[in-house]
């Protein structure tokens, strides 16, 4: 099936309270299934949430408790909640090699039909995921139906430009990035919001790409939650940006305007990803063996 017209949403959540946090097993299933019952009655297609939707950013030395394997009730629950819309929500995901990603995972119609881990561990200014998660080692993508496909990136995989390169590279229709981003994260005089917003629309308009970013709001255990979630339409132009606030924000995709964006400005097409790979090699001789 075809549709010209996706209708998208973002769905900015307050943070937990600290004292909820401390709870063992804390996941966020009421808001989620709140959230995902409003989109539901808007007949939005692809629903997305933060990142670490499930258990809050600030999970500290708690994220062995915190991580689900696949098959959970709790992202089964969220997954039959969601009947045939497509919905991603961030957990810490428990592998069977007994490593934990900070993942994003795709569920409909009962399942889990993807996931994806986050590649590019922050560990910079108050960041330092490294030392709770493996990396994730590949961009992917994802198929909704018809010709409509999303490439997922989580947080700081948007500020590695390589990634979202290779993420365009594979044509996508939408870029969908849910992240967890405070005013204090990078510190100094770094401006974080103003930051997000220009990369938001920066990425869209070069790669004719329409984006989903979905932020937490509020203030917790020192640190302020920014919100600023948007919905960036193929020219790089906002269509929807959430307030100071818990808010459902939605917004409609035309894939025309999509194929006319990347022909008036051909990125992806020109992008030459052999001469990439060949000055790779030249760069880093390590990487050819």
């Not at 998208?8 to 600290?18: D, R, T």
Request: aromatic share 8%; charged share 20%.
């Amino acid at each position: 099936m075809q549709k010209s017209v996706l209708r998208v949403a973002c769905a900015q959540l307050v943070h937990p309270e600290k004292s909820a946090l401390d709870a063992i097993s804390h996941h966020t299933i009421e808001p989620h299934l709140s959230m995902i019952e409003r989109a539901r009655k808007e007949n939005v297609d692809v629903l997305i949430f933060p990142e670490l939707s499930l258990t809050g950013y600030l999970f500290a030395a708690r994220h062995q408790d915190l991580a689900l394997l696949l098959d959970a009730e709790q992202l089964l629950s969220l997954a039959r909640a969601s009947a045939d819309m497509t919905t991603g929500v961030g957990f810490i995901e428990q592998s069977s090699t007994g490593l934990l990603y900070n993942s994003f995972a795709w569920l409909s119609r009962g399942k889990v039909t993807a996931v994806c881990r986050k590649i590019n561990l922050p560990n910079y200014g108050q960041l330092d995921e490294a030392k709770y998660f493996a990396a994730g080692r590949q961009v992917t993508t994802q198929t909704l139906f018809g010709l409509w496909s999303m490439a997922t990136l989580i947080c700081a995989d948007v500020w590695n430009p390589a990634l979202v390169h290779l993420a365009a590279l594979q044509n996508p229709s939408i870029l969908v990035c849910p992240f967890a981003s405070t005013r204090e994260a990078v510190g100094g005089d770094f401006d974080n919001p103003t930051g997000w917003t220009n990369a938001f629309r920066f990425y869209s308009m070069m790669y004719g790409l329409p984006g989903l970013y979905c932020n937490w709001i509020g203030p917790v255990a020192g640190v302020n939650f920014t919100g600023g979630s948007a919905i960036i339409d193929a020219d790089g132009s906002e269509l929807a940006r959430a307030r100071d606030g818990e808010e459902l924000i939605l917004a409609e995709l035309d894939y025309q305007q999509i194929t006319d964006a990347r022909m008036r400005l051909p990125t992806i097409r020109t992008s030459r990803p052999d001469l990439i790979s060949r000055e790779l090699e030249r760069i880093h001789p390590t990487l050819s063996g």
